[in-house]
């Protein structure tokens, strides 16, 4: 089946220790996105790519930084995390343009200790 | 300032019943509305979808309603089932001013047995 998959699921860090985020697609989309969701708040946008296009959000933290080395895959990057970090993070793919459908994977729940 | 809002945290609905999910927008560039279904440690699932030309679609038990002179819409699940129970997020874009998917915080929705 085609889909969307995070690695890892869950995740541990200490305050400051660098982390990344990964996320892969079989859905050969071209976007794929990246949200940042805290308890009983909305998703967040923090960035997406269309392709090799990076389009960062404006109120997006620099210490998100994100790569998408190919198609398939694409990375979120967390230089110094922070307490306020500790969120789950989403991504998510669509065809094309910003009002595609996005498909969401399943999460990483990430701990900042 | 959220664009778009969900104003129920929560809603119950016994089992058979209608269920009924609103959502407010401010945005009147929004042309594209959905409905995404959460299970907790799961991702977001793309449940239904409306464009700002029609007023109503519907798929199977799902029926989604846009007013677009009150910039309201609703969610309509008839009847309920036990399966349904999750958190319902309603989500805008625009296609025209090239915006993002913007969020609600998400209605959590039981079904009663």
């Known amino acids: 089946d085609a889909m969307v998959i995070q690695n890892p699921r869950y995740q541990v860090t200490q305050f400051g220790k660098p982390v990344t985020l990964s996320c892969s697609q079989t859905?050969?989309?071209?976007?794929m996105y990246w949200y940042q969701q805290k308890s009983s708040q909305a998703p967040k946008l923090l960035f997406h790519y269309y392709d090799k296009d990076f389009n960062n959000e404006a109120d997006t933290p620099d210490n998100f930084q994100s790569r998408r080395p190919n198609t398939s895959f694409c990375f979120l990057d967390i230089r110094s995390p922070g307490l306020g970090d500790a969120a789950m993070y989403l991504c998510?793919?669509?065809?094309?343009?910003?009002?595609?459908?996005?498909?969401f994977g399943p999460g990483t729940r990430l701990t900042v200790l | 300032d959220q664009q778009v809002k969900q104003n129920s945290p929560s809603l119950s609905v016994q089992e058979g019943r209608i269920s009924i999910l609103n959502c407010d927008y401010t945005?009147?560039?929004?042309?594209?509305f959905l409905w995404y279904k959460k299970y907790p440690a799961e991702g977001p699932t793309f449940l239904i979808s409306?464009?700002?030309?029609?007023d109503k679609n519907e798929d199977g038990r799902f029926t989604v309603f846009l007013n677009k002179s009150a910039k309201h819409l609703s969610l309509h699940i008839v009847p309920s089932q036990p399966g349904d129970s999750a958190v319902y997020f309603c989500?805008?874009?625009?296609?025209?001013?090239?915006?993002?998917?913007?969020f609600g915080k998400g209605t959590r929705l039981s079904v009663i047995a």
């Open positions: 945005n009147s560039m929004f042309d594209y």
């Open positions: 409306i464009s700002s030309i029609k």
């Open positions: 989500a805008a874009s625009s296609a025209s001013g090239n915006t993002p998917l913007v």
């Open positions: 998510a793919t669509s065809l094309g343009g910003r009002t595609d459908t996005q498909y």
């Open positions: 859905l050969n989309h071209n976007v």
